[in-house]
Structures are given as structure tokens and as C-alpha cells.
């Protein structure tokens, strides 16, 4: 019969053999130049945002140059050598939809230089699934006009909200995602930080964003390129990342009173640039911008040749959860 001691000894060490759990993403899919052409489907659609534009299919794109892919970049972009007939289409631009969808315990990570910028502009990275808004809507990289940080926001069905106080270096706009309410604003959250968005973002270089997935929160980082605090695996684009080396991201939207689960499905990834419409043209007045904002965008083309965006590439991730060697009992014990 072993001892007391002996005893105590055998249960602490039993408590020591539990397997550790290593937890991980790991890259299922990367678009690279290319890859946005085969991974992507051109959205020659009416645009459900009611901008002043003219969404192309693939081979217009192509011919009009309003995309390309190299090595390691992918463009996309909107007109800007011609001016606009008033009572016909609006500026020809490109949307472009995931072929795959992705949800729950997902990251992704947005390698951008380049950002479309100025007057009229209305630029969008964002995740949805139908129907709207019911599957839910993830806004990532959003904006309008000379909008000067980048927006972050939720959309939703009735019965979402966010907690006031939460874990984020963002500034919480609204905390209601209903899109059927204060005008489909969503739970917005932004960025305070200048390199964010448009023209300070695209003269840095651009950075980096990422969004995380899980059935518990939705978390969103950035990164400007020039920051010292980028994480290794983020930056070279790694196999495997792990979110929680990431420190506190900018947007934080946990389940406390949101059921990420039931609110929001698996999403496609949607890349897009359109011009005035719902937000973007609502706001006009107070943007600081010439003229009203159709004039604008009718008449001023070469006010869009940096309306671009330059994609170094997307990595997505899945999540993965390994056991690590269990911890032997001496044998002396």
C-alpha cells in the first residue's frame, strides 16, 4: 500500500498527464494574382447599394484593364478616362465574389498596398451570405468620400446587439446590428488610426488586415505596413497563424448578446468599388468634396485613377486543435 506521500505524489502527477492542446489555423486556400481570377466570380449586377456604377463581368474587366493579376499582385479598379452620359450607365467598376464559402472558426488575412481613395468613392472588403441580412453581413474594410479611418461593421437580423464596454482599441459607433433599424448603420466600429484608410493607407504602403470567426466573437486587426508590431506569421503570410499572439484587435464583437452562430452563416468574401449611392452619396455634403456627388463621378474621370485596389494577397485559415505528448509518471513514484 503506497504511502500518504506516495499518494499525494501519484495524484499530482496524474494531473500533469492530460494531454496540452496546441491551437492553431491552418492555410486551407490563398488567392495570389492569378488565383483572384479562378478563386473569384465577376458580379455583373445591379448594384444593390443604388451607386452611381456599372458593375462588368470578367471579360469586360479584362479588356478594359479595370483588372489584372501578376505574380504577386492582383488590381482592381474602376474606370476613369471617360465621362459620363448623365441618363446612362453609371462608372464602369468591378465586384467580384468568393467561389467558397467560410465560416465559423475561420481567419483571413488581407495583404492590401492599395486602396481606392477620394470624392464619390465608396470602397468595400466585406463577408455576406443570402438571404440579407438574415445569414448576416462582416464589413472589414469600408468607407466613402475622404472618410479619414477605416470602418468596421456588423449587419444583421433583429436581435444582435453589442455590449458598450468590450475588449477592443476601436471606438464603437453603434451597438445595435439590426439592419432593419437607424438606417442600417449596423454595430459599426472604428479605427483611430490614420493610416487606416484611403489616401494615408496608400501612401504607407498600405498593411494588413485580418479577421477572425468563431462561434463565440468575431475580432478584426490591423496593421499599417511600416508598424513594428506586425506579427511574423501574419506578415510572411505563414501555414499556420495563431490569433492569440495578435494582441487586442481594433473591433471585438463578442456573443454576449449576439448568437454568432444563428446570426450570421457561411460567408463568401466580397471585394467591390462603387461610387456615391446609399452612403457614400449621403454624406457628400459634409465630405469636403466638389460639387454633388453624380456630378462628380459623371463628369470628373481622372479624379479616379487612384481608385484602385492592390492586392498583395488573401490567405485563409482554418482551425485546428492538436494534442501535444503526454507527460510521463516517473518511475519512482
Avoid at 504577386?72 to 479598379?77: C, S, V
Avoid at 468620400?145 to 449587419?155: D, E, G, I, R, V
Amino acid at each position: 500500500m503506497p504511502s500518504f506521500t506516495s499518494a499525494i505524489s501519484v495524484a499530482l502527477f496524474a494531473s500533469l498527464i492530460s494531454p496540452a492542446v496546441s491551437v492553431s489555423y491552418s492555410q486551407s486556400d490563398s488567392y495570389v494574382g492569378s488565383q483572384f481570377n479562378s478563386g473569384f466570380s465577376y458580379q455583373a449586377i445591379s448594384d444593390p447599394t443604388n451607386g452611381r456604377v456599372n458593375y462588368v463581368d470578367g471579360a469586360a474587366a479584362a479588356s478594359q484593364n479595370l483588372t489584372y493579376a501578376s505574380d504577386d499582385t492582383f488590381i482592381l479598379r474602376a474606370d476613369y478616362t471617360n465621362v459620363l452620359d448623365p441618363a446612362g450607365a453609371g462608372r464602369d467598376s468591378v465586384r467580384i465574389q468568393s467561389n467558397k464559402q467560410y465560416g465559423s472558426n475561420t481567419v483571413m488575412v488581407f495583404n492590401m498596398r492599395h486602396m481606392p481613395q477620394g470624392c464619390g468613392t465608396w470602397p468595400a472588403v466585406w463577408t455576406v451570405a443570402v438571404p440579407w441580412p438574415t445569414m448576416g453581413e462582416i464589413d472589414i474594410v469600408e468607407g466613402v468620400n475622404n472618410q479619414a479611418f477605416n470602418q468596421a461593421t456588423l449587419h444583421s437580423s433583429e436581435g444582435c446587439t453589442m455590449p458598450d464596454s468590450r475588449d477592443e482599441t476601436g471606438i464603437s459607433l453603434t451597438t445595435d446590428c439590426n439592419a432593419a433599424v437607424n438606417g442600417n448603420s449596423g454595430c459599426g466600429v472604428q479605427i483611430p488610426d490614420t493610416l487606416s484608410y484611403g489616401s494615408p493607407f496608400n501612401n504607407n504602403g498600405g498593411g494588413w488586415y485580418a479577421v477572425e470567426r468563431t462561434d463565440a466573437f468575431i475580432k478584426i486587426w490591423f496593421w499599417p505596413r511600416n508598424s513594428n508590431n506586425v506579427p511574423t506569421d501574419v506578415q510572411n503570410g505563414d501555414l499556420n497563424v495563431n490569433t492569440d499572439a495578435w494582441g487586442t484587435p481594433f473591433a471585438n464583437f463578442p456573443n454576449t448578446s449576439c448568437s454568432i452562430t444563428d446570426r450570421f452563416a457561411a460567408h463568401n468574401i466580397i471585394i467591390n468599388l462603387t461610387f456615391c449611392g446609399d452612403w457614400a452619396g449621403n454624406v457628400y455634403s459634409t465630405s469636403n468634396c466638389p460639387s454633388s456627388c453624380i456630378d462628380f463621378v459623371n463628369n470628373n474621370p481622372a479624379a479616379f485613377a487612384d481608385a484602385y485596389f492592390d492586392f498583395a494577397w488573401i490567405k485563409v485559415y482554418g482551425y485546428t486543435v492538436s494534442l501535444l505528448s503526454f507527460m510521463p509518471i516517473p518511475e519512482n513514484v
